[in-house]
């Protein structure tokens, strides 16, 4: 039998009182669980009661902290050979953010309001508000895996109220920042000074601007994938952080791309020239090997201020000003999703909503006014 009961003790001359949940778990073993007050250990005993029944309940003195749970989580990716920039991004979000909060906390124990007081917490404690939603979602990483493994009952990062999280996301799509041409990535007039580099970064950045490759794949881009006869560009794999070669971020990633006259040509030159490579490498080190990214970033800045561009635009400028170009010519959100190799449509939307429009939005709109105004 499951029961509430009130304890009352004395304490030196205090009178103290607590409440107990006496229950039995799935193994017939009987435990019992302290709270202040008869409501909330009337909710928490109606709930462990259900998860005896469903036999998913992790009693408090066998329950993992989330300290110990996370651990298992980074073993599990490591074990799934997840990549390497993946695992780090996971330690960061352990280490720098979860643990600091919530190490000794025990799974049973995190509730939907816990989530969200550690979610105001790490705001509190400088976080922006974008990297407090990416913790949480660890957090509910770590907790999933906990489940496939048996250490936990629930997720409660997933049950959070919906009207919770409607709010966390309205008040993210406010503080969104929107991408400014000039600042995010190039104006036209930049990116026709940048098409004037000569020499062995010409055929770089010629491709990056028409094609919108990320610098993992322009990093990992071989001939083998480039198809100069019929003008594609087959994006096929990626060299990650560590300059090794794998599979692109999703399924989406792996796509074609035509290429524009200009980059067949620069291509068709640079051919002959390349440096050499085991991997059969587009643009290998002048070694024949991958490129670092901190090194291909520091070798591009100069390059970039040679031709007057006082403040140089990284790789992932360059992958804006492609999908804007694209947007600009006309092509649907689909496709646009398509050439950058986004996972859904709505990172598309997300990122590049905000720049696309009806080709004759102008004239629809004299249309409207004339309805009203004559």
Not at 154 to 173: M, T
Not at 241 to 266: C, F, Q
Not at 339 to 347: A, F, P, R
Request: charged share 25%.
């Amino acid at each position: 039998m499951a029961s509430v009961r009130k304890r009352t003790w004395k304490s030196g001359e205090q009178t103290k009182t607590a409440w107990i949940a006496d229950y039995f778990d799935q193994a017939g073993k009987r435990h019992i669980k302290t709270f202040e007050k008869k409501g909330e250990a009337t909710a928490w005993l109606r709930n462990a009661i259900v998860e005896v029944s469903k036999g998913i309940h992790t009693p408090e003195r066998a329950s993992l902290t989330i300290a110990e749970a996370g651990d298992l989580w980074i073993l599990q990716a490591e074990t799934d050979g997840l990549e390497y920039s993946t695992i780090r991004q996971y330690r960061q979000h352990l280490d720098l953010h979860i643990k600091p909060f919530l190490a000794k906390l025990k799974l049973s124990e995190i509730t939907p309001t816990s989530v969200n007081d550690f979610r105001n917490a790490l705001i509190r404690e400088k976080r922006s508000r974008i990297m407090a939603k990416k913790v949480v979602v660890s957090l509910g990483s770590i907790l999933g895996n906990a489940m496939a493994d048996g250490k936990a009952a629930r997720n409660v990062v997933h049950e959070q109220s919906k009207q919770q999280r409607k709010r966390h996301q309205r008040i993210e799509s406010r503080q969104k920042k929107i991408l400014k041409e000039g600042v995010d990535y190039p104006t036209t007039v930049e990116l026709r000074t940048l098409l004037t580099i000569q020499g062995r970064w010409r055929p770089f950045i010629v491709t990056a601007i028409f094609t919108g490759l990320r610098a993992s794949e322009l990093r990992g881009l071989t001939w083998a994938d480039v198809d100069l006869d019929r003008g594609v560009l087959h994006v096929r794999q990626r060299a990650d952080r560590r300059n090794a070669i794998g599979d692109p971020k999703s399924e989406s990633g792996k796509r074609d791309i035509p290429l524009v006259p200009l980059t067949v040509n620069v291509l068709r030159e640079w051919k002959l020239a390349c440096p050499k490579s085991e991997a059969n490498l587009v643009f290998p080190t002048s070694r024949g090997t991958i490129w670092s990214l901190p090194n291909l970033y520091r070798s591009l800045k100069p390059t970039q201020r040679q031709v007057g561009i006082a403040q140089p635009y990284g790789l992932h400028a360059l992958r804006h000003a492609a999908a804007s170009l694209f947007i600009q010519e006309g092509f649907s959100p689909k496709r646009v999703q398509t050439l950058m190799g986004h996972s859904t449509i709505q990172v598309t939307f997300d990122t590049y909503g905000h720049l696309f429009r009806t080709p004759d939005e102008q004239d629809e709109l004299q249309r409207l006014q004339a309805r009203l105004v004559s």
